[in-house]
T-cell receptor
C-alpha cells in the first residue's frame, strides 16, 4: 500500500514564526502536492511538484514556499506564519504516466494553529 | 476555469437507508471525475473514479457513481448506508494538463 506520512498531526505556532511541514511518500511517486483544507472551501492547491527540485504554484501560493530535494520528500514552508494560515494541511502524491489525473494518495494531514 | 459544486453541506440518513450525494461540475473539456472520502482525523481515500467508458462506475465500500454529461453531474450513491460511512465526501474534477479541483465537501451523518 502507498503510504504518505506527514511529520506532525497537530502543530501550534506563533505569528511570525517560520514553519516547516514535512511530507514523505514511499511509492517512488513523481508527483507531490500540498493542499490546505478549510470548512466550506474543500481542498485548495498550494504548490505541486512533478520532479525533484521542480515546483509549480497552485491556486493559493501566497505566503508559502516549497522544497523538493529528494523524490520522496516534499516540504511546505511558511516563511512568517500568520493567523489566516491556521488550517488543515494535506499532502498527496501520485505516479506519472497519465499525468495529474492519476489517483492521488493523501497523508493524514497536519492541523496547524497560528496564535 | 473548472469548478465543482456539492449542493448539500450536510446530510443525515438512517442506517440502512439509501444515499445519494450530489456533485455538479463546470468544465469545457472532457472531465476526469473522482469521489474521495475523509473519515474523522484521516486523510482522503479514493472511492471511485471515471475517465471514460461505462458511465456507471463501481467503487469500494459498496459505492457507485453515475456520470451524466447532459446534466454535468457525477452523483455518488449507496443502496444501504452503514454507520461507518459517516464521513466527509469530496467530489473532484481533473483533466489533461490540469490539476484537480475539489468541491467543498458534503458531511454525512448516520443515525442508528
Amino acid at each position: 500500500d502507498v503510504k504518505v506520512t506527514q511529520s506532525s498531526r497537530y502543530l501550534v505556532k506563533r505569528t511570525g514564526e517560520k514553519v516547516f511541514l514535512e511530507c514523505v511518500q514511499d511509492m517512488d511517486h513523481e508527483n507531490m502536492f500540498w493542499y490546505r483544507q478549510d470548512p466550506g472551501l474543500g481542498l485548495r492547491l498550494i504548490y505541486f511538484s512533478y520532479d525533484v527540485k521542480m515546483k509549480e504554484k497552485g491556486d493559493i501560493p501566497e505566503g508559502y514556499s516549497v522544497s523538493r530535494e529528494k523524490k520522496e520528500r516534499f516540504s511546505l514552508i511558511l516563511e512568517s506564519a500568520s493567523t489566516n494560515q491556521t488550517s488543515m494541511y494535506l499532502c498527496a502524491s501520485s505516479g506519472s504516466g497519465t499525468g495529474v489525473y492519476n489517483e492521488q494518495f493523501f497523508g493524514p494531514g497536519t492541523r496547524l494553529t497560528v496564535l | 476555469a473548472q469548478s465543482v459544486t456539492q449542493p448539500d453541506i450536510h446530510i443525515t440518513v438512517s442506517e440502512g437507508a439509501s444515499l445519494e450525494l450530489r456533485c455538479n461540475y463546470s468544465y469545457g473539456a472532457t472531465p476526469y471525475l473522482f469521489w474521495y472520502v475523509q473519515s474523522p482525523g484521516q486523510g482522503l481515500q479514493l472511492l471511485l473514479k471515471y475517465f471514460s467508458g461505462d458511465t456507471l462506475v463501481q467503487g469500494i465500500k459498496g459505492f457507485e457513481a453515475e456520470f451524466k454529461r447532459s446534466q454535468s453531474s457525477f452523483n455518488l450513491r449507496k443502496p444501504s448506508v452503514h454507520w461507518s460511512d459517516a464521513a466527509e465526501y469530496f467530489c473532484a474534477v481533473g483533466a489533461y494538463g490540469q490539476n484537480f479541483v475539489f468541491g467543498p465537501g458534503t458531511r454525512l451523518s448516520v443515525l442508528p
